[in-house]
């Protein structure tokens, strides 16, 4: 793995409130692998849970027809100015993933959606939304895969990002259940971060981790077959 579009050197002007997600390494680490797919103007981009908007507000500035989707008043928010403060422009839904887009499809859709494993109920509000996804992390994951067919045009593509702690195995398998080739195309390792470490017990008891000091990042891409 280099180095290029994994360092958070300058780069677009980003506003991000409470309680909506920062970009961080997956991000960067999803938008090298968008990067590649020859995003133009001929291109209908949807980014599924886009949080701060920034994925989204690259995908526009690489000449796509981009269309934004989150659950949360704030990431819309987020997303709509971080579009101005860039001079791109997107089209903002609020809506639960691919809801929000009846009836479209698209030739690239992304996605960051929440996959931290965490006990107890998903949270409704507070900062935990952005990330926490259920006890195996996959509550949106599996959603996503079992969606993306709907929504992809016969040549279109599906990138997520999630850590290996939600099984990457596992989401192949049900991407190839949707009816999806998939493989993985990029990957990162980093160290556990502060939500992580502060659960690392309750992790260790649900046999989600080994060594408990690393987590894989893992891009999918998938396409019909």
């Given at each position: 793995m280099t180095a290029e579009a994994l360092t958070a050197g300058p780069?677009?002007?980003c506003w991000v409130p409470p309680g909506v997600y920062r970009p961080q390494t997956d991000t960067r680490l999803l938008g090298r692998a968008m990067r590649r797919e020859g995003v133009g103007p001929e291109t209908d981009v949807l980014d599924l849970g886009a949080g701060s908007g920034m994925l989204a507000v690259e995908a526009a500035?690489?000449?796509?027809?981009?269309?934004?989707?989150?659950?949360?008043?704030?990431?819309?928010?987020?997303?709509?100015?971080?579009?101005v403060l860039n001079g791109q422009t997107l089209r903002v839904r609020h809506g639960d993933l691919a809801t929000a887009v009846p009836d479209r499809r698209f030739d690239l859709v992304i996605s960051n959606p929440p996959y931290v494993p965490a006990p107890g109920p998903l949270p409704t509000r507070g900062p935990a939304?952005?990330?926490?996804?259920?006890?195996?992390?996959?509550?949106?994951i599996d959603r996503i895969c079992d969606t993306a067919p709907a929504v992809l045009r016969p040549t279109g593509t599906l990138l997520m990002v999630h850590s290996h702690l939600c099984g990457t195995g596992t989401t192949l398998t049900r991407l190839a259940e949707a009816g999806l080739r998939a493989e993985v195309v990029d990957r990162a390792r980093l160290p556990f971060g502060r939500v992580l470490r502060s659960r690392l017990a309750w992790l260790r008891e649900q046999g989600l981790t080994a060594d408990g000091t690393t987590e894989e990042l893992v891009v999918i891409r998938a396409q019909p077959i």
């Open positions: 780069g677009p002007r500035r690489l000449g796509g027809r981009v269309t934004a989707v989150d659950i949360s008043w704030r990431a819309v928010a987020a997303t709509w100015l971080n579009a939304r952005a990330w926490d996804a259920g006890t195996n992390g996959r509550l949106l």
